[in-house]
């Protein structure tokens, strides 16, 4: 059994959107090495209004802000070990009580599933904070790479969480990684997004089609995809790997932007309306998770809620 199972009668199941822009929206400055972790350090309630936000919109899954929150990274940051864990547990509980305050408001509507936790995970480029997750331009050992995610995992599971959301990963030796460290946990699902540099491959050149060929079949892998790339992108990366693997498709875009890690801004067009438009597109493509990430808010969750309501329930 699955824990996306209650959604099986809908279209597809809403992944909240980016936090960060959100806390950015707040007056937080993250221009730190461990991002929006340092306000879930330092202002936990900031971190639960905006998943409370999302939960309004319509999210059914809401996500930890934990996306650069690593024992080791935390420490860099100047917290001990120990309150390192304590800040990676406490994203967990941050979000799951947030889902129990919305269960107790006007907003909630009793008769749809119970939201779930969707613990962040970043890749290894996600801690370099240097905007390796876009390039994948780093090298470890399979070893190397379950030293660095095992321990954060196992507060995940410690903290209670639905989902283990390995995200933004450039590498496909490091997803590989993720796949075989993950068979240690074999009761706990997680699912893999990659960041992608063009319709075919993702960021460290190696087509999206042969990371879903090696995922395929891994038995508590919920889903795949793609997250944190153009909009536009989505539906021919989905079309390269639709018939390549029985896996549901995961999908969050950004706003269409670029980031650069450089003078850490975002360049070009946002077209975030493209993601209420597409989702119906990429839902007839196999995806069965969809949701926003950077500078999407809680505006696009409202617009994929009203795009799941245009369609009809799976028979």
Known sequence: MSVLDPWKDFPFVILDGGLASELEKKGFSLDKNVWSASVLAESPSAVSDVHGAYLKAG?????????QATIPGLVKYGLSEEKAADVIFDSVRLARESIMIFM????????????????????YGAYLADGSEYRGDYRLTEKEYHDFHRRRVEIFIE??????????????????????????????????????????????????????????????????????????????????????????????PNSGEMYSPVDQKWYGESRPEQIGILAHEWYGLGARIIGGCCRTGPDDTAMLYAARKSMKLRS
């Open 159 to 252: 903290a209670g969480a639905d989902i283990i959301a390995f995200e933004t990963v450039p590498s496909y030796e490091e997803a590989c990684a993720i796949a075989s460290l993950m068979e240690e946990f074999g009761d706990r699902e997680y699912w893999i997004s990659f960041t992608v540099k063009d319709s075919e491959h993702i960021s460290c050149g190696r087509t999206f089609a042969d990371c879903m060929r090696m995922l395929n079949g891994r038995s508590n892998l919920a889903a795949a995809g793609i997250n944190c790339s153009a909009p536009s992108l989505f539906t021919p990366l989905l079309e390269s790997a639709a018939d390549i693997t029985d896996k549901p498709f995961i999908v969050y």
């Open 104 to 123: 107790d408001s006007e907003d909630y509507d009793p008769s749809m599933p119970l939201p779930l936790v969707a613990a962040s995970a970043g890749s």
């Open 59 to 67: 999210a059914d899954i809401i996500t930890t802000a934990s996306y």
